[in-house]
T-cell receptor, first 116, second 114 residues
Framework: ETGVTQTPRHLVMGMTNKKSLKCEQHLGHNAMYWYKQSAKKPLELMFV???????ENNSVPSRFSPECPNSSHLFLHLHTLQPEDSALYLCASSHLTGTQSSYEQYFGPGTRLTVT | GQQLNQSPQSMFIQEGEDVSMNCTSSSIFNTWLWYKQDPGEGPVLLIALYKAGELTSNGRLTAQFGITRKDSFLNISASIPSDVGIYFC??????????????FGSGTQLTVLP
């Protein structure tokens, strides 16, 4: 596997379910991100992990719970979601250094989430 | 927060034509990035720009970092069917204390007609 992978690619869940999204990066990066992409809206940054510590949390509801066990893996745990949470959830990674390349984020293919 | 105005929102062009799109901001940006997203996939990085006035090419794609540092342009020459997709600009404003925060435009949906 190369790049950034995400599983599952598609997920349908009820509002009372608990599920998890998984992201894995094979680029040797040390920062990872969760984004939400809704139709006709800019990407919304949800969480940032740097060296496995959460460094950004952009006012995301507590029904979304991230976990970063190591620099290659990132999870997003979901529980009691609402229909408006239906969206494409994208994971990204980057280097975390002072170099220019730290601005370049590389994305996975996303998980298309539908909440019924 | 920071906002990027990306235009046009959508474009319909004939195969072989050139394409231009742009992003503008009211704030100064340190970095501009251009991504392409195909249906059902994540955004793929096309070009990264780091200096005002910088002009960078990637095949038939050329992007420029505006002199004012408040805008960026992407041009696609001699479009082909596989250019279809959504093109996003992204940037890191100077006011951001974190190299990790990018601001994204809303995207330009490009359709190439045969």
């Amino acid at each position: 596997e190369t790049g950034v992978t995400q599983t599952p690619r598609h997920l349908v869940m009820g509002m009372t379910n608990k599920k998890s999204l998984k992201c894995e990066q094979h680029l040797g990066h040390n920062a990872m991100y969760w984004y939400k992409q809704s139709a006709k809206k800019p990407l919304e940054l949800m969480f940032v992990y740097s060296l496995e510590e959460r460094v950004e949390n952009n006012s995301v509801p507590s029904r979304f719970s991230p976990e970063c066990p190591n620099s290659s893996h990132l999870f997003l745990h979901l529980h009691t979601l609402q229909p408006e949470d239906s969206a494409l959830y994208l994971c990204a990674s980057s280097h975390l250094t002072g170099t220019q390349s730290s601005y370049e984020q590389y994305f996975g293919p996303g998980t298309r989430l539908t909440v019924t | 927060g920071q906002q990027l105005n990306q235009s046009p929102q959508s474009m319909f062009i004939q195969e072989g034509e050139d394409v231009s799109m742009n992003c503008t901001s009211s704030s100064i940006f340190n970095t501009w990035l251009w991504y392409k997203q195909d249906p059902g996939e994540g955004p793929v990085l096309l070009i990264a720009l780091y200096k005002a006035g910088e002009l960078t090419s990637n095949g038939r794609l050329t992007a420029q970092f505006g002199i004012t540092r408040k805008d960026s342009f992407l041009n696609i020459s001699a479009s082909i069917p596989s250019d279809v997709g959504i093109y996003f600009c992204a940037g890191q404003p100077t006011s951001s204390g974190s190299a990790r925060q990018l601001t994204f435009g809303s995207g330009t949906q490009l359709t190439v007609l045969p």
